[in-house]
């Protein structure tokens, strides 16, 4: 099993500014990816960003330009750095990672709050 624990939620005036951490535990071998994903109130969830373990990322449209994802592989760590934050980032946000193992798996954090209000 992998494990996922989140830090780094909580409440933020718009225009400033989040971390987010992501650490992986367990059986990590095979892990190929790790990210955030979101959920804001009344709506889907959706991908936020990815890191694959080549360092190539994706960003949402929504976000590019505002968060930046990167990772520490000795601690098995992956940030969110979150900027310019805007109210309708207001969600839940899940730590993801993605897994091959004659098959492909998905893990999830606990979820955090992110709140972006005045």
């Known amino acids: 099993q992998v494990q996922l624990v989140e830090s780094g939620g909580g409440l933020v005036q718009p225009g400033g500014s989040l971390r987010l951490s992501c650490s992986a535990s367990g059986s990590i071998f095979g892990i190929i990816a790790m990210g955030w994903y979101r959920q804001p109130p009344g709506k889907q969830r959706e991908l936020v960003a990815r890191?694959?373990?080549?360092?190539?990322?994706y960003y949402a449209d929504s976000v590019k330009g505002r968060f930046t994802i990167s990772r520490d592989n000795a601690k098995n760590t992956v940030h969110l750095q979150m900027n310019s934050l805007k109210p309708e980032d207001t969600a839940v946000y899940y730590c993801?990672?993605?897994?091959?193992?004659?098959?492909?798996?998905?893990?999830w954090g606990q979820g955090t709050q992110i709140t972006v209000s005045s």
């Open positions: 890191i694959f373990n080549d360092g190539s990322t």
């Open positions: 993801n990672g993605l897994k091959s193992s004659a098959g492909w798996y998905d893990y």
